[in-house]
């Protein structure tokens, strides 16, 4: 199973519903499941701008599974479009966002599994993972 690492708090956005759309400096295209992987790293320089969400922030953990259904080039369009839906999730950035990737069907897991994660997207067999 495909499995992508992202930091928090942008992973919790993700599994709780707020944030659709994850940016990165590369294209895939690989379409399919992926399991969402909570990074040990954090963005705590961001924290702050989520407080009202009131998010659990769990770390090092496949904490979610999603649907990447495509890979769109990032233009002044689509960011204007995205910081219309949320400028909170979507406004200024201090990442390239070079490439917006769509994730659907997301869904969070009641109990994380916990595992060190890894750049890129990479692979997860449970039933042969001895990390």
Known sequence: ????????PW????VNGYKEYEFRSWKTSYRGKILIHSSLNMEKDVLSRFNSYNLNYIN????????????????KDLEKQLNN???????ASKHTRKYAWKLEQIK????P???QGRLGLWNYNEKNNHD
């Open 1 to 8: 199973m495909k499995v992508l690492t992202i930091k928090n």
């Open 11 to 14: 992973v919790e956005l993700i």
């Open 60 to 75: 090092g953990a496949i904490i979610g599974e999603a649907y990447l259904t495509d890979c769109i080039l990032v233009d």
């Open 85 to 91: 839906i949320n400028s909170v999730v979507y406004g």
């Open 108 to 111: 969070k897991y009641q109990e």
């Open 113 to 115: 599994i916990y595992i």
